[in-house]
């Protein structure tokens, strides 16, 4: 790839962090061992003492938190059209039906308004998804599931390091899941962790995720449920463990840089930009919806003149009820306007820490030229 492209993100890994992990790979033991379990207490301790329990991914948080839950055949779980595909499929995997509510068009998370009217008798959880960090209203949130006995698996997968009015996504809550995946603010190129009520959530999704298995310390070892195999390696851990004290630090230059796209935009463009955040946000993408409407060519064709001028724009996502294996359990178009609008018109511009001003101007630049000529007035 030539050196001035720019893609839509790319991970921040310095040095001390590579110096870590080849450490690691001298080591002798490269799975699941001391640093999984110092990566733990660091999380646990970032998270107000709360239980943490690390995986090798967001989507088995997710799963694993229905386990937890005992949520499975003949149960509704809430969630958002407008994910990542993994947060549907989780419901799916334990054998519960996903009934997905619009998005809000403000917020592009779920509709809080919508939420009311899709319980029913069968509703056991709720499974909420912070877009591009911004997270949903935890005060609505938690008084809804409140009045109807519902868990809520918060698929903060993007949030890590935003906060809902100062308090730390994470910090309080029911089940709070995060990814550490190769795109995400904080990555282990591929990881994920569970944050979780009690010790004795915690024992039990530490069966789950290796084989059910509990050890004793005379060497003998008991399986007395189902579990699977999602423990993340010491390989990994490092990498979050090297990372998490420099976050913060991270995702304030995402929000500056954020900033400063919302300065620099040529708002005669007619673009949709996200809620302007920059307290509660960590700024995991920016994403505007391109006026199609008004367009004369389509968003593949709108990607592929930036990617000409060495730009690389993501999509996150088309609305996931329009995908075969969704359509095949009977969702169909038109069911989740909102949420179909914003799939089929948002594009994800370059943003990572590591970006310049500069850059942002280039990229305002490129969308400037791509789009002026293309717009019908
Ligand atoms: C990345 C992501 C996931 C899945 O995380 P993995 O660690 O890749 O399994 C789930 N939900 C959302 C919203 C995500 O962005």
């Not at 110092?38 to 239980?51: D, H, N, Q, T, V």
């Not at 054998?95 to 069968?122: C, H, M, S, W, Y």
């Not at 569970?194 to 298995?213: F, H, I, M, P, Y």
């Amino acid at each position: 790839m030539s050196p001035d492209f720019l893609p839509f993100t790319r991970p921040s890994i310095d040095e001390s962090t590579i110096q870590a992990v080849s450490e690691v790979l001298r080591s002798g033991w490269i799975t699941s061992g001391p640093k999984v379990r110092e990566f733990e207490a660091a999380l646990s301790k970032r998270y107000g003492g709360r239980p943490v329990r690390v995986l090798n991914s967001a989507s088995a948080a997710l799963e694993l938190a229905l386990r937890l839950c005992r949520i499975g055949p003949g149960d509704d779980v809430l969630t958002t059209p407008l994910s990542w595909v993994g947060t549907a499929n989780a419901i799916l995997a334990v054998g519960a039906t996903p009934v997905f509510v619009d998005a809000d068009p403000a917020t592009r998370n779920i509709d809080l308004d919508r939420l009311e009217a899709a319980v029913t008798q069968k509703t056991r959880a709720v499974i909420p998804v912070d877009l591009a960090g911004l997270p949903v209203d935890r005060d609505r949130l938690y008084s809804f599931a409140g009045r109807h006995g519902l868990r809520v698996i918060e698929d903060a997968a993007q949030s890590m390091g935003a906060n809902w009015k100062g308090r730390e996504i994470g910090c309080s809550g029911d089940l709070v899941a995060i990814s550490f995946q190769a795109n995400k603010n904080l990555t282990t190129a591929e990881g994920g962790c569970l944050v979780v009520n009690t010790e004795d959530e915690a024992s039990l999704l530490e069966k789950l995720r290796l084989q059910g298995v509990t050890r004793f310390a005379d060497g003998g070892m008991e399986v007395d449920v189902l579990g699977g195999k999602s423990n993340l390696t010491d390989i990994a851990a490092v990498m979050g463990l090297l990372q998490l004290p420099g976050l913060d630090r991270l995702n304030e230059r995402r929000r500056a840089l954020a900033k400063r796209y919302f300065e620099r935009w040529d708002e005669e463009l007619g673009c949709e930009l996200p809620p302007a955040d920059f307290e509660q946000s960590n700024w995991h993408m920016f994403q505007p919806l391109l006026p199609l409407d008004r367009m004369t060519i389509g968003r593949g064709e709108f990607i592929d003149r930036m990617k000409a001028k060495k730009i690389g724009v993501g999509v996150h996502y088309p609305a996931m009820h329009l995908f075969a294996l969704y359509r095949s359990l009977g969702f169909r178009q038109g069911q989740y306007p909102a949420a179909e609008k914003i799939g089929r018109s948002t594009v994800t511009l370059p943003l990572y820490p590591a970006m310049t001003d500069a850059d942002v101007d280039r990229v305002c630049q490129a969308v400037s030229e791509v789009l002026h000529p293309v717009i019908a007035r």
